[in-house]
């Protein structure tokens, strides 16, 4: 069982900052993907930034050029860095993990944390 831990929600004003931190334990040979999204209130969850094992990322273009993906492969840990927050930025945020474990594939969310930024 592979379990995922996230932290580093909160409230923040518009144009802050925020770091959230996802960590991977258990049974994990390898890592191949590691990804946020964030849902909110009535909108479907959507994907924000996503990093291979190789370090490529993507983001949505909502947030392209404030926010940045980056991960510890030592630390089996994904990091999502948010700068210039807007209130729209705010949701519940999720890591999603995607990788090998001894018993075969792994596709692992975390609990969420929320965000949120006022106006």
């Known amino acids: 069982q592979v379990q995922l831990a996230e932290s580093g929600g909160g409230l923040v004003q518009a144009g802050g900052s925020l770091r959230l931190s996802c960590a991977a334990s258990?049974?994990?040979?390898?890592?191949?993907?590691m990804a946020w999204y964030r849902q909110a209130p009535g909108n479907q969850r959507e994907e924000v930034a996503i990093?291979?094992?190789?370090?490529?990322?993507n983001y949505a273009g909502s947030v392209k050029g404030r926010f940045t993906i980056s991960r510890d492969n030592a630390k089996n840990t994904m990091y999502l860095q948010m700068n210039s927050l807007k209130p729209e930025d705010t949701a519940v945020y999720y890591c999603?993990?995607?990788?090998?474990?001894?018993?075969?594939?792994?596709?692992?969310w975390g609990q969420g944390t929320q965000v949120t930024v006022s106006s």
């Open positions: 990093i291979t094992n190789s370090g490529s990322t």
């Open positions: 258990g049974s994990i040979f390898s890592i191949r993907t």
């Open positions: 999603n993990v995607y990788g090998m474990r001894p018993t075969g594939e792994f596709y692992s």
